[in-house]
């Protein structure tokens, strides 16, 4: 599980870069840029809090300990 947060976290950054790709071929506007960017951020938070959380917690499977 900790591993697909680590590329779920890889893949919204990736997403951001192509924003930026998008937003400079006008494919979307800047308010589209900003308000995706924004959630962007959010959800990479929260998955970096998820797995924050998880290294914290006592209950640790074969792969888990695997993986820290």
């Known amino acids: 599980f900790a591993q697909f947060l680590f590329v779920a976290k890889a893949s919204a950054g990736e ?3 192509q924003m930026y ?3 400079d071929l006008n494919y979307i506007s800047e308010v589209e840029f900003n308000g995706l960017k ?12 998820l797995i924050a959380s998880l290294k914290t917690e ?3 499977g074969i792969k888990f300990k695997e993986v820290w």
């Open 58 to 60: 006592d209950i640790k």
């Open 38 to 49: 924004l959630d962007l951020l959010k959800l990479s938070n929260m998955i970096y809090n």
């Open 21 to 23: 790709n998008a937003l």
């Open 15 to 17: 997403l951001r870069s």
